[in-house]
């Protein structure tokens, strides 16, 4: 029997390294794992080369341009990797007869939301321009193919620098209090959750939209709380707003997404973002 085979797209990003863990511990699966250095996404060339070489069953993209502020100004690159990027991943898929799984944000929405969690169902309004192009790629994806899983995650931490946690703990060190906003509200959501949920809804052959983050959610200054307290880092911590900082981008004030269409569609728990945030902290490598 013919091994089922995976294409890793953005092998070196943290969700990249997280699936190639993963797929290591798997039986009868092939994998094919590649960096920007092997297939740049925003080249339709290199995108149609790659997957008439690998042929995969599936292709998962966790490629992407991550950098909320630079964006705002280098928005040119935002699109190009993660709109038009994405357009010739689900065109190369559609002609390879490939499954593509694609990852988006909770930064599609502006945050304005008050009556609950953002379902599948609201309309996204994004607030910035790494938003606007995430969102543009998941206009394209549809576009171009039907045969895809469409995840938005959010607040995304692993084995990475591009995270909160890692850029919470460098402050940590350098400086002598913290500063940190209480007035953006997401769901911390770690790379190992999102994997698992990632393969199980592949199991259960799901297609189309669904958000995935781990369960219930919080402020960046209540994260920050949890993280330096399971850490033992003792630290003066003010709770202050976002606007303090002046940041380039705009950010959702609450953006947390409700994973309910998942678990019940896959009739799976989800962790709580305090629990496994506790789980990634005390078995960080
Ligand atoms: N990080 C977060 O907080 C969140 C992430 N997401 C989404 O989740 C997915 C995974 O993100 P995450 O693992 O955190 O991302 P990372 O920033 O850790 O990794 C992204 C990877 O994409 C690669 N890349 C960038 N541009 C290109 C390109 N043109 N062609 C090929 N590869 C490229 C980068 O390569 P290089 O190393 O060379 O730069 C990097 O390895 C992405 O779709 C992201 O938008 C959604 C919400 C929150
Ligand atoms: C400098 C500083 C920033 N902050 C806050 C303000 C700002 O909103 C936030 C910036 O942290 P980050 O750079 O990790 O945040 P950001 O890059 O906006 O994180 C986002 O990344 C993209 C890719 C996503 O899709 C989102 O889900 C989300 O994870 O931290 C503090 O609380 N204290 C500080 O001292």
Redesign the pocket.
């Known amino acids: 029997m013919r091994k089922m085979r995976y294409l890793v797209i953005g092998k070196n990003g943290q969700l990249g390294k997280e699936f190639l863990r993963k797929l290591s511990e798997k039986v009868n699966v092939e994998v094919i794992a590649v960096g920007r250095e092997e297939c740049d996404i925003s080249n339709l060339e290199q995108v149609l080369s790659l997957f008439s070489t690998t042929k995969p069953d599936v292709a998962i993209n966790c490629a992407?341009y991550?950098?909320?502020?630079k964006a705002e100004e280098d928005y040119v690159t935002a699109i190009k990797v993660n709109s038009l990027g994405i357009r010739n991943l689900a065109f190369a898929s559609k002609k390879y007869k490939s499954f593509l799984v694609h990852y988006s944000?909770?930064?599609v929405f502006d945050g304005m939301k008050r009556n609950g969690l953002y379902t599948e169902e609201d309309t996204p309004n994004p607030l910035n321009e790494?938003?606007k192009s995430?969102l543009l790629g998941e206009k394209l994806l549809k576009e171009e193919t039907d045969n895809f899983l469409l995840f938005r995650?959010?607040?995304?931490y692993g084995d990475g620098k591009?995270?909160?946690i890692y850029?919470?703990l460098t402050?940590a060190k350098d400086?002598e209090y913290?500063?940190?906003?209480n007035n953006?509200v997401?769901v911390p959501t770690s790379t190992k959750t999102i994997v698992e949920m990632t393969l199980k809804a592949l199991d259960a052959d799901l297609k189309g939209l669904y958000h995935l983050t781990n369960s219930g959610y919080a402020s960046?200054?209540e994260w920050?709380k949890k993280v330096l307290q399971v850490k033992g880092i003792r630290k003066v911590i003010y709770p202050?707003s976002?606007e303090v900082?002046n940041?380039p981008?705009k950010?959702p004030e609450f953006?947390a997404m409700s994973n309910s269409k998942l678990a019940k569609t896959l009739d799976v728990e989800i962790p709580w973002w305090e629990y496994e945030l506790e789980r990634f902290l005390k078995t960080e490598r």
């Open positions: 992407a991550n950098f909320v502020d944000t909770d930064y790494y938003g995430k995650v959010s607040w995304v591009q995270n909160f850029k919470l402050w400086r913290l500063m940190i906003s953006e997401s960046r200054y920050a202050v976002s900082f940041l981008a950010r953006s």
